[in-house]
């Protein structure tokens, strides 16, 4: 920390009074901190991230409106490109700032270990090296620019199922190698302004009141400089936390720490405990600069902005296979089907907290349609639906133009609204009493017009708190009331005709209820043996060239709040793509998942492309690969077991009402259980496809290395292929023979090269003493043991290209 802020810190702490200290460990509302204005300290404003600046409700104090959506978090770790990541960091400081707001919450570092959790799609790796250094890069870029960063969330916080109270219980040494190993990277090399607090418990403790996480390890052992917050809703006792080391409760008005003042007059609270989170809390003050007005407006939506989402989207997109080569598509190509209920939809986001309004989406088949134009004749059939029940209104059944939201005082809609909004989604969440200003509405209208592909037989699913009316085309089609804690669930048929209908959504929310949220599906019922969807893609596929499959989740699908309930594609996804599949053996899926899936169809279709959820530029992204234009070089950050079963979570899965979810796989997570047990995954941890070649060769190790010195290693690669391409070199390390069990192999360095045809390319690693170690629960430390060690440089963890040793020496 700069000597000039701490000295300013500490000048401005002598100057509070102990109330005025106290005021400064809890939010004044929803995302601001509490301001001193006797002082002119004012407040720091908070934002949802991490893949944009989600800014969407009608929230007083803060600008709202469409910000950038870069790809979500899994396809940051895909893109294994750190000085990409940099940059990626900036361009959300630079709309963060142009939002109004000081400290984006992110980035999001939670390993993968259970392959439904909610938020998978969100969080960068199965393996804690990867997502902490996509982690620093990340948090460098962003505070490089003025804005703080939100590590979270710590610790241990893997599943959604029980998230607010269910326990992690896990290991000590398992803790340290896979759960904290990423934060501690993030923390030791990046600094962030901030570090965010899980929900659950960990080894039944809370997150937020557990003594030797926050206090003992992050602050005394790592050295954090930053303020410890928790997250929205998760501090639970303030005397137990603030001894523990939270220093900011959110969100506000004050909970639990409004009493911390008062604890400290009765000598239950070390008064140095509350110096200490207020001089935390103040240090962000001065390093946002508003302290001084040193304040950037920043930029957003910007054409730059806009381009680099793209240019991350094309470096995550992973080429699962591609026999025959059948991809990139060439231009003897005269025809293609284009298939699929991810076709014409942009699905570029899941749901939750981390949910961005974009400024516009770009599906597949648009992007497809404009870079062919009349070279190629496009036909598209959406062949079946992505979704078990309605799970959200087609952004395209809307115009792209979204609701008409107002809000009013009155549960009666009288009088002029408090508040107007448009473009809104088909979902709400809006935290009334976290509010800031005046606007605590009562009662909500949303309307717009909703244009229907066809006549048919159709289907609404509405989960909502409070009390609802549906309406379509004035008409009350449904009625219902419930308490939103439970929350409730309506669904309703109706038969309508083609073309555009009204719609309106009546909401009274009780005077007790804190919040209002609602989310609405609609979707088109076929029967389920004669979808004559089905039909028509398949006779579309046989009479093209290549058949184009886009498949996957609905956007929001994977969410915060909730796991997943399987493994496998939702509606008739499966079926369509066997049945096309088996009429042209030029079957290309495209997929839009955060998290693995399975694959059925694996052996029958030609190629296999993973988008992820690539943010707004999607569409143009996927086409670009596809076509040749860019050439992929996205590689997994997770690996992809063939069923759920063969997961090493799998016996250990959380469950509805469980009190605790035991790690019991130990430290055997992710690809180091499938070389561990030798089960073949589906795809291996870092594998991913190219249109070009590369020859590794050349390794060199030295023979002896003496412990506490770095080891140097190096090697060449060589495009030996015909196009330009980028590939990541991968370095796995392997102690030979350990004391304690630990896995075959374990990712410590990888670089992205980008190389030339005919180019070649020496990289040289270097792997320090913490490489070559694990944590020793006996001992409570870091051990690297003499002996021989092994180094695997590969493309994938199941691809080595090279290996070599070296002995470690006392």
Not at 51 to 65: F, K, L, Q, S
Not at 420 to 440: D, I, Q
Not at 525 to 551: G, Q, T, Y
Not at 737 to 755: H, M
Request: with cysteine; net charge neutral.
């Amino acid at each position: 920390m700069p000597k000039d802020v701490e000295t300013r810190v500490n000048e401005l702490l002598a100057q509070l009074t102990l109330a005025e200290k106290v005021s400064l460990l809890s939010g004044r509302d929803i995302w601001n901190t509490m301001p001193i204005e006797r002082l002119g300290i004012p407040s720091l404003v908070m934002t949802d991230g991490p893949h944009g600046v989600r800014a969407a409700n009608p929230e007083v104090g803060r600008r709202t409106g469409p910000a950038t959506v870069f790809p979500s978090g899994v396809s940051m770790a895909a893109s294994w490109n750190t000085r990409l990541m940099e940059r990626v960091g900036q361009a959300l400081a630079e709309e963060t700032r142009a939002m109004g707001c000081d400290i984006l919450l992110g980035p999001c570092v939670n390993i993968v270990r259970y392959p439904l959790a909610g938020r998978n799609f969100e969080s960068l790796s199965e393996d804690p090296y990867l997502a902490g250094q996509i982690a620093i890069a990340y948090i460098r870029g962003l505070q490089s620019r003025g804005v703080g960063a939100s590590l979270k969330h710590y610790a241990a916080n893997n599943h959604e199922t029980e998230r607010f109270r269910a326990s992690s219980n896990v290991d000590e040494r398992t803790l340290r190698e896979i759960y904290l190993a990423q934060f501690e990277m993030a923390v030791k090399e990046a600094q962030p302004w901030t570090v965010m607090c899980s929900y659950n418990r960990i080894n039944g403790v809370y997150a937020s009141e557990h003594e030797s996480l926050l206090r003992k390890i992050l602050k005394e052992e790592w050295g954090f400089q930053g303020a410890l917050i928790s997250d929205w809703g998760a501090t639970h006792n303030g005397f137990q936390a603030i001894a523990a080391g939270l220093d900011l409760e959110m969100p506000g008005p004050a909970k639990y720490m409004r009493l911390v003042g008062e604890a400290v007059q009765n000598w239950q609270i070390d008064p140095s405990l509350v110096d200490e989170a207020a001089r935390r809390v103040l240090r962000l003050v001065f390093l946002s600069g508003r302290m001084d007005g040193k304040v950037s407006p920043g930029a957003v939506n910007t054409p730059a902005h806009q381009a680099l989402a793209r240019e991350l989207a094309e470096e995550a997109i992973t080429l699962l296979k591609n026999d025959g080569h059948i991809l990139p598509l060439t231009n003897r190509i005269r025809s293609m089907a284009i298939l699929g209920p991810n076709a014409a939809e942009a699905v570029i986001e899941g749901g939750g907290s981390s949910r961005v309004e974009p400024p516009y989406r770009v599906s597949p088949l648009e992007a497809l349609q404009k870079m062919l134009g009349k070279q190629v004749r496009l036909e598209y059939e959406q062949g079946c639906d992505n979704y078990d029940e309605p799970f959200d209104v087609p952004s395209a059944w809307l115009g792209g133009q979204g609701l008409t939201a107002e809000f009013f005082a009155s549960s009666d809609f009288s009088a002029a609204p408090l508040d107007r909004r448009e473009g809104m989604r088909p979902e709400f969440w809006y935290h009334v009493n976290w509010s800031a200003g005046k606007l605590t509405p009562m009662a909500a209208r949303w309307s717009g017009t909703l244009t229907l592909p066809q006549p048919g037989q159709y289907r609404f699913v509405l989960r909502h708190a409070g009390h609802v009316r549906l309406y379509v085309d004035d008409h009350l089609i449904a009625e219902s009331e419930a308490h939103s804690e439970q929350g409730g669930r309506l669904d309703v048929q109706r038969e309508l005709t083609g073309g555009a209908h009204t719609i309106r959504l009546e909401y009274v929310r009780r005077h007790d209820e804190e919040i209002m949220a609602y989310r609405l599906g609609a979707g088109q019922v076929f029967p389920a043996d004669a979808d004559p969807r089905l039909a028509r893609a398949v006779e579309l596929a046989r009479n093209c060239d290549v058949a184009l499959i886009f498949a996957g989740y609905p956007e929001g699908y994977e969410s915060e709040g909730s796991d997943r309930p399987h493994m496998d594609l939702t509606g008739g996804q499966n079926r369509l793509i066997e049945a096309v599949a088996a009429v042209n053996p030029k079957t290309v899926v495209v997929l839009n998942v955060g998290a693995p899936v399975t694959m059925p169809w694996v052996d029958k279709v030609a190629a296999i492309l993973l988008a992820y959820y690539p943010g707004q530029e999607s569409g143009n992204a996927i086409a670009r690969v596809l076509l040749g234009k860019v050439n992929p070089s996205g590689k997994l950050p997770v690996t992809f077991p063939r069923r759920l079963q063969d997961s090493p979570s799998y016996l250990n899965r959380p469950y509805p009402g469980c009190r605790a979810v035991n790690y019991g796989e130990g430290i055997f997570v992710g690809y180091r259980y499938f070389d561990s047990a030798q089960v073949e995954p589906l795809f291996p941890f870092g594998h991913g496809l190219s249109y070009t070649t590369f020859e590794y060769k050349g390794l060199k190790i030295p023979r002896k290395v003496k412990k506490g010195q770095a080891v140097t290693i190096s090697l060449t690669v060589t495009n030996t292929g015909s196009v330009a391409g980028k590939e990541v070199v991968q370095v796995y390390v392997a102690d030979v023979a350990a004391s304690l069990p630990r896995p075959p192999k374990e990712l410590k360095a990888f670089a992205k090269v980008d190389l030339k045809p005919g180019q070649s390319q020496e990289i040289v690693f270097t792997l320090d003493e913490r490489a070559l170690s694990f944590y020793d629960p006996h001992r409570r430390a870091w051990v690297a043991e003499p002996g021989e060690f092994e180094v695997l440089v590969g493309t994938s963890a199941r691809d080595i290209r090279l290996k070599g040793s070296f002995t470690l020496t006392e």
